[in-house]
């Protein structure tokens, strides 16, 4: 819980005025994948993000009770620990998040984060989520 409240404190200290905002738009909502899969995640910026090269995308895993965890930083560099069946890509505004081969570990909500600066003050805005969940029918059959 205290690692979450750094992090938005952190962000909040980082964003200044109103210009310049983004909105972060992630689709599906609702990802349903079979165990061994491969599933792509998307996250669309409204404006093109600046301020870092690659651009500052990252991506987040979230587990119910856990505070989020940091999988991808600057579009596609892979934080300490991330599996490499995880990658991350992306230009401009559009981005995505590749899972290759889905576990069971994976399932949870999977946030981007885009840091967008322009004329030097820089806003950070979290996209709405996607939920990663295992196809049942499929999961039920193997256990």
């Not at 404190?9 to 972060?24: D, K």
């Not at 505070?67 to 560099?77: G, H, R």
Request: glycine content about 12%; overall charge neutral.
């Amino acid at each position: 819980m205290n690692n979450i409240i750094i992090l938005i404190c952190t962000l909040l200290c980082c964003i200044q005025g109103s210009s310049g905002q983004v909105t972060v738009t992630q689709t599906p909502a609702v990802q349903t994948a079979e165990l061994g899969k491969t599933v792509v995640m998307r996250c669309t910026a409204s404006t093109p993000l600046t301020g870092c090269t690659p651009p500052c995308l990252s991506w987040y895993l979230q587990k119910p009770g856990e505070a989020p965890k940091l999988l991808i930083y600057q579009t596609s560099s892979h934080y300490t620990g991330t599996p490499s069946r995880f990658s991350g890509s992306g230009s401009g505004s559009d981005f995505s998040l590749t899972i290759s081969g889905v576990q069971t570990e994976d399932t949870g909500d999977y946030y981007c984060l885009g840091r967008h600066c322009p004329g030097g003050s820089c806003v950070y805005t979290f996209g709405g989520g996607t939920k990663l969940v295992l196809d049942k029918s499929i999961f039920s059959i193997l256990h």
